[in-house]
């Protein structure tokens, strides 16, 4: 990468790959905790490439790279659903009179987009995100407004927590689909899930109008109100539902919570005993019942719905607390003690846990500067201890990686990027360092396949396209190396590498074309 105002060359040590100082990349890690995003550059030297991120529009351009061609006898259902949409898309491009070929398409791109459907449908529930993503993005290919597929991509895209994009499809899906109620559901979900509440709401009070009898969409609509604050409208929507279905047990919980919250204990007990009686396996839903019932000093009925003496639950910190005021409250104060001391070790290993895991945040960034100044030992040596207060830190060992890679130690790059994937197995910068480790080793395959996943759980990683279309520039597949760096360039049109290749494999497939 040049030298730039944007790209700041850095001073890692890498010359044994023979890499020009302004070869460097800065890679946005993308930390997704739940609804909560933050973006956080770091360095990573690699022997070709680079990166860059555009996240102004929403890629809807689902043209598909040429697909290979699988045995078979060797191929899994993966494999099997790629190989079918790759024929369709042959079969609508082979020669045929317009009428006929017109006809054929239709009957064709119905039938097969149910099954390729089907097929996505399982991975998805499988949690095979990116490969539910492909087959998705296949069908709408041959199907543009297909709904089915417009929503199911959108929650394979909440499954590798890439909200933007299933936000921005879902929005395209409702500008397409404005009265479908299953569009305006998945809206209203993501944007809970987002914690996005008014417009949870909007998309909800649209689906109820148009089917007011569904109970799911009132529960949806009366949480996302909840969760905003307004408990009057909640109590509403609840209560429709449990005119509807009076067996709902997340109205009854739902309800619990508002008549707790205002006092109505009673009314609140009749629901959270409906709930404990259909679901006793529920925590929440014990730990609601018992503070309803210290409340009302039926506190010997608390400390058995918490604690009984059969099978008794694991309870969660708060849970304690509650439970040492039951006891305390029904006179057992030795009972309330013993349990206080559980509360006290459980507050202080939950603290402690917090505090390591922010330690942990600390000493990666921390070893990013180190490794700025080349000081790699060092770096090293805090990334060590980052993973010791917190073994789950993914960044920490991207970060080793990134830095093993630097000092040309290809296994030790390897096995730390592994380990990051095998905890934050969609993160696409992880993949993305995995698609240079192995493309830097000359394993191309799996470079391959590690970039296309990139664009798989991201389809805005130009970085990713633009590397692609250098390993089949590599193989000398001209066409598929311009369809991959034109992919790059329409992402970040900006870029003068991404024009220079489009350009060079233009030009080559030109020569090709004429002799």
Not at 49 to 72: C, I, M, Q, W, Y
Not at 502 to 511: I, Q, R
């Amino acid at each position: 990468m040049r030298a730039s105002a944007h790209h700041d060359p850095l001073p890692w040590n890498y010359s044994a790959f023979g890499v020009p100082n302004h070869k460097i990349v800065k890679l946005k890690i993308v930390r997704d905790f739940q609804s909560l995003r933050r973006v956080v550059q770091v360095p990573l030297i690699y022997s070709f490439g680079k990166a860059s991120r555009n996240s102004e529009t929403a890629d809807r351009d689902l043209r598909l790279l040429p697909l290979p061609v699988f045995a078979p006898h060797s191929m899994n259902r993966f494999h099997f659903a790629l190989a079918s949409l790759a024929l369709c898309l042959l079969l609508f491009s082979s020669p045929a009179s317009h009428a006929a070929q017109e006809k054929q398409k239709t009957s064709a791109t119905k039938k097969d987009a149910q099954s390729l459907l089907a097929s996505a449908h399982r991975f998805v529930q499988e949690g095979r995100y990116p490969e539910a993503i492909e087959i998705y993005r296949g069908v709408l290919a041959l199907a543009p407004r297909n709904e089915p597929a417009e929503i199911g991509i959108a929650e394979a895209y909440r499954g590798v927590h890439n909200y933007e994009e299933a936000r921005s499809i879902l929005q395209m899906a409702r500008r397409e689909h404005p009265k479908s109620v299953a569009v305006l559901s998945a809206v209203g979900s993501l944007e809970i899930e987002a914690e996005s509440f008014d417009a949870a709401i909007e998309a909800l009070r649209a689906a109820v109008a148009l089917a007011a009898d569904d109970v799911r969409l009132r529960n949806l609509l009366g949480s996302a109100q909840l969760s905003k604050g307004d408990s009057a409208a909640a109590l509403v929507e609840f209560e429709k539902v449990l005119a509807r279905e009076p067996e709902n047990q997340l109205a009854h919980f739902s309800r619990a919570h508002i008549f707790a919250d205002t006092d109505q204990n009673e009314k609140a007990l009749a629901d959270a005993e409906k709930v404990l009686a259909a679901k006793p396996e529920y925590l929440p839903g014990r730990a609601l019942l018992a503070k309803i019932l210290v409340r009302l000093k039926q506190c010997e009925r608390a400390t058995e719905v918490l604690r009984p003496a059969m099978n008794p639950p694991a309870l969660d910190t708060p849970s304690l607390f509650l439970l040492a005021n039951a006891y305390e409250c029904a006179g057992k104060r030795e009972l309330a003690a013993g349990v206080r001391e559980e509360f006290a070790a459980a507050s202080q290993a939950d603290r402690k846990r917090a505090e390591d895991e922010a330690q942990s945040k600390h000493l990666v960034e921390q070893a990013n500067e180190l490794a700025r100044q080349n000081k790699f030992p060092e770096a090293l040596e805090l990334l060590q201890q980052a993973l010791e207060k917190n073994p789950r830190n993914g960044f920490a060992y991207s970060q080793q990686a990134k830095i093993y890679f630097s000092m040309h130690d290809a296994q030790k790059a390897s096995e730390a990027i592994g380990k990051a994937l095998a905890i934050q197995p969609f993160q696409p910068d992880f993949l993305y360092v995995s698609g240079v480790i192995a493309a830097q080793a000359g394993k191309q395959e799996e470079a391959l396949a590690a970039f296309e996943k990139v664009t798989q759980v991201n389809p805005k990683e130009a970085d990713a396209y633009f590397e692609i279309g250098r390993i089949w520039l590599q193989r000398k597949e001209r066409v598929k190396a311009l369809a991959a760096f034109r992919k790059a360039a329409e992402l970040d049109p900006g870029d003068a590498d991404y024009k220079r290749a489009v350009a060079e494999a233009s030009a080559l497939e030109e020569t090709k074309r004429k002799n």
